[in-house]
């Protein structure tokens, strides 16, 4: 480890995005805690990215903050709330900042606030140099498509950090389980139909019908997940599912829908957070992915899986809304239905979600 790292005992970890951003944090967390195993870990994220927190035991303590730079309408600067957040970072005396950032985003107003709040140690990645902000700035990747948990590791690997262990893993607690339990006692397929954007949405009413042909060949129900502000947009949707279906929508907080993801036989998902929470949980996953990111950067690493989407020439577009009718997205159920039987044929699965290590394999399938 880099002499710089020694004593190190207070660590301001950064990661401003969704769930499912912080929820990959959580290899290079646990890196950091093996490490630097005396160090006390605070994450800084977003007010959605906190809902994640419960699942990622090596965080100590939370810092919850909307950061202006991370906001997607933009706006007009506040100097006396970037001030609040330099004051509330100065009073912490963290060692060092850790900034984890995805390929499109930049360390450096992060790193602004690190250098001005007097934390010595900054890390962080960036295609765009800014000498004196970063501390330790590796050389910027010249292949993108690497996988995002990969990228947060080999950002520590370059500071002289060891890494053990590159897998992704939750903690869910026996609360959590026995509350998924409860909501679904009988085998079931998750279906989570919804995104946070139009551009990446899969038709939820064909992935319902999709979701029914398969469980009805096998005999499962049909879990319905999402937030109760999905409801109104949901009706069609439990419809075609009839009497297989199961409402849980807005039922769960995240720990609850991690366990239910974790007893599923299968998962059927758009490209969200239930994607990563399958692959910590070794669940297969088929996911209905759109055009909107390279699916090298977020594709599970450990769980059987498989992607959906047409090549178009606009990929990847890293767009909220599409102008062309979701072309990536132009696969009818029965397609999603075959693909979905080929992977519920791996090994068998108990409830309790976990797979037999000759059943890990990744598995791309479709138009990926």
């Known amino acids: 480890m880099s002499t ?25 967390l646990r890196a950091l805690k093996e490490a630097l195993p005396g160090a006390r870990l605070t994450l800084m994220c977003s007010p959605a ?14 810092i919850v903050w909307r950061a202006m730079w991370q906001q997607l309408g933009g706006g007009v600067c506040d100097p006396a709330r970037e001030e609040e957040l330099i004051s509330l970072l100065r009073e912490r005396n963290f060692d060092a900042a850790v900034l984890l950032t995805s390929f499109s985003q930049t360390p450096h107003p992060a790193a602004v606030a690190c250098l001005f709040a007097g934390i010595p140690l900054r890390l962080g990645e960036s295609k765009e140099r800014a000498p004196g902000l970063l501390t330790h700035e590796p050389p910027f990747p010249t292949d993108e498509a690497g996988h995002q948990a990969e990228r947060n590791l080999r950002l520590l690997e370059t500071a ?45 009413e064909k992935a319902a019908r999709a979701a029914r ?26 419809a075609e599912l009839g009497p297989i279906g199961v409402d849980l929508l807005g039922q769960t907080d995240l720990s609850a829908f991690a366990a239910l993801v974790a007893r599923a036989q299968l998962v059927l998902t758009n490209n969200t957070s239930a994607l990563h929470l399958a692959d910590a949980t070794r669940t297969p996953v088929l996911v209905t992915y759109s055009g909107t990111d390279l699916d090298t950067q977020w594709q599970p690493r450990s769980a059987p899986f498989a992607l959906l989407r047409r090549p178009t020439p606009c990929h990847p577009c890293y767009a909220f809304t599409c102008p062309f009718s979701l072309e990536c997205l132009d696969f009818s159920p029965e397609e999603v239905v075959q693909v979905g039987l080929g992977l519920l044929q791996q090994p068998f699965r108990t409830t309790e979600g976990g797979l037999p290590d000759e059943a890990t394999a990744s598995h791309e399938a479709g138009h990926a």
């Open 4 to 28: 710089d790292w020694n004593g190190v005992r207070n660590v301001l970890v950064m990661r401003l995005d969704n769930i499912g951003d912080v929820v990959m944090t959580g290899p290079a």
């Open 49 to 62: 990215g906190a809902n994640a927190v419960p699942l990622l035991p090596w965080v100590d303590d939370v």
């Open 160 to 204: 002289g950090l060891p890494v053990r262990d590159r897998s992704l893993f939750i903690h869910i607690s026996e609360e959590a389980r026995e509350r998924a339990a409860a909501l679904m006692p009988e085998p079931y397929l998750l279906l989570n139909p919804f995104a946070s954007c139009s551009a990446r949405t899969y038709p939820p």
């Open 213 to 238: 042909l398969i469980a009805e060949q096998v005999g499962l129900k049909v879990a319905v997940t999402g937030v109760e502000k999905d409801r109104e947009r949901s009706q069609e949707l439990l």
